[in-house]
């Protein structure tokens, strides 16, 4: 099911971004999560929360952890959702696909890669590698 949802994921926001853009694509998104999540997942967080510990409760997050989360939002939601989009429209959803393959690597150099362990370099090195094959696959495809 999971697979599913992703194959189809992309093309089905393309098809729409060219109906209606990028922003008004974007938005729908953001409305669609929102409501996912006050229908779906707060009730069942409610639900969890009072089968473990037996009280009813919902956690509030810290000034400073609102502060990050909409940094977050922000940075992720509004600017890379809009450039995914975009790219989703113009290049196709099979490229922009192949190239958010990428995101993974990027955010974990963003967040402080370079003072991974060891091991973890490792990781990152190999996954570079797998995406490098991705984007190759995609500068093919556009010659061919």
Same mark, same amino acid.
Request: aromatic share 2%; charged share 25%; glycine share 8%.
């Given at each position: 099911m999971t697979a599913v949802a992703w194959a189809i994921s992309p093309m089905f926001m393309a098809s729409v971004g060219r109906r209606i853009g990028s922003q008004p /694509?974007?938005?729908? %998104? !953001? @409305?669609? #999560? =929102?409501?996912?999540? @006050? @229908?779906v997942v707060l009730p069942l967080y409610v639900l969890v929360v009072w089968l473990v510990y037996g009280k009813v409760g919902i956690a509030v997050p810290r000034f400073n952890q609102? #502060?990050?989360?909409?940094?977050?939002? /922000?940075?992720g939601m509004v600017i890379?959702? !809009? @450039?995914?989009? %975009?790219? #989703? +429209? =113009? #290049?196709?959803? $099979? +490229?922009a696909v192949k190239v958010n393959t990428l995101a993974p690597v990027v955010g974990l150099l963003a967040g402080g890669g370079d003072r991974a362990k060891a091991?973890? %370099? &490792?990781?990152v090195g190999g996954g570079a590698g797998h995406r $490098?094959?991705?984007? &190759?696959?995609? $500068?093919?495809? +556009? +010659?061919?």
């Open positions: /694509t974007n938005l729908l %998104r !953001a @409305v669609l #999560a =929102t409501a996912a999540l @006050v @229908v609102c #502060a990050w989360l909409m940094i977050s939002g /922000t940075v890379g959702d !809009a @450039v995914l989009l %975009r790219s #989703a +429209r =113009t #290049a196709g959803p $099979r +490229r091991e973890q %370099r &490792r990781d $490098r094959g991705h984007v &190759r696959d995609v $500068r093919q495809h +556009r +010659r061919g």
